[in-house]
Nanobody, 128 residues
Framework: QVQLVESGGGLVQAGDSLTLSCAAS????????FAWFRQTPGKERVFVAA????????SYADSVKGRFTIAHDNEKKTVYLQMNSLKPEDTGVYYC?????????????????????WGQGTQVTVSS
């Protein structure tokens, strides 16, 4: 079992920056990748960014490339999402997800179904 707790969401203006954190606990030694997904009312969760810290790889949605950075602190067991130059379309509930498995992964999972543990979400609202 892995527990994920997100924090850092809030209300900001367009152009501002915000950093989300996801603290992991439990079976973290079997966690290969972490990801952030965003969800807005009535829509499915969409991929934002992911990191396979074992393989040293990251991946970003086209809409956030150059503005968002995902990072992992293994000692603190925390994943961060640094969000710069925020836009109103970045608004949504941001969920942290973990890919926990005893099998090695050398790629970065991008799909919802590839992550088996989820946090409760944190709201990010960007006003224009």
């Amino acid at each position: 079992q892995v527990q994920l707790v997100e924090s850092g969401g809030g209300l900001v203006q367009a152009g501002d920056s915000l950093t989300l954190s996801c603290a992991a606990s439990g079976r973290t030694f079997s966690t290969h990748s972490f990801a952030w997904f965003r969800q807005t009312p009535g829509k499915e969760r969409v991929f934002v960014a992911a990191i396979n810290w074992n393989a040293g790889r990251t991946s970003y949605a086209d809409s956030v490339k150059g503005r968002f950075t995902i990072a992992h602190d293994n000692e603190k067991k925390t994943v961060y999402l640094q969000m710069n130059s925020l836009k109103p379309e970045d608004t949504g509930v941001y969920y942290c997800a973990a890919d926990v498995s005893d099998s090695y992964r050398n790629y970065v999972p991008l799909e919802l179904h590839e992550y088996n543990y989820w946090g409760q979400g944190t709201q990010v609202t960007v006003s224009s």
